[in-house]
């Protein structure tokens, strides 16, 4: 499915955020925090996990800054929903996986993703992996298709929370 009327990646963000709240929410890799706005009237609680130190972060939105390695994250019990907006792409496709599977079925999961492989700056965190419709699917993925940027057609993964 193609979402059309969706020139930025805020609005395809709160389009799919429209009627959700969270309790307790982390942003794994949100970089300089920009898109932080779209989901904090979202959550009580907004964690942004990166390795580098952003000092906007905390400006964004966010209530709390983790520096660590997506990997190595330890996900809080009261997490109930995780956002990784345009970050999967710079892990290898075995790490994007194990991270996944340590996030659960049990949490709202929300993933922004370039539908194929694009030129990115090597001096920062390069895209070193694609993840397609048919890799997010396979993990339980509601996937779709949106405009951004007008010209590029990237993707907006959700996985609802599955209770026990």
């Not at 993933?111 to 920062?124: G, L």
């Not at 895209?127 to 951004?148: C, D, P, T």
Request: contains cysteine.
């Amino acid at each position: 499915m193609i979402l059309k009327g969706f020139w930025d990646k805020g609005a395809a963000i709160r389009y799919f955020l429209r009627d959700k709240q969270f309790s307790y929410s982390v942003d794994l890799g949100p970089g300089s925090g920009m898109l932080g706005s779209f989901l904090k009237p979202h959550t009580s609680h907004l964690v942004g996990v990166d390795y580098v130190p952003q000092k906007f972060i905390l400006q964004n939105g966010y209530d709390e800054f983790v520096q660590s390695y997506i990997q190595d994250y330890a996900f809080p019990p009261q997490c109930d929903s995780v956002f990784m907006l345009d970050s999967i792409e710079h892990m290898l496709d075995e790490d994007g996986v194990k991270v996944l599977e340590r996030i659960g079925t049990d949490r709202y999961i929300m993933i922004t993703t370039p539908s194929k492989m694009r030129p990115s700056n090597p001096m920062f965190n390069p895209h070193i992996s694609v993840w397609n419709r048919a890799k997010l699917e396979a993990l339980g993925f509601q996937v779709y298709n949106y405009m951004y940027l007008v010209f590029l057609r990237d993707l907006i993964s959700i996985r609802e929370a599955q209770k026990p």
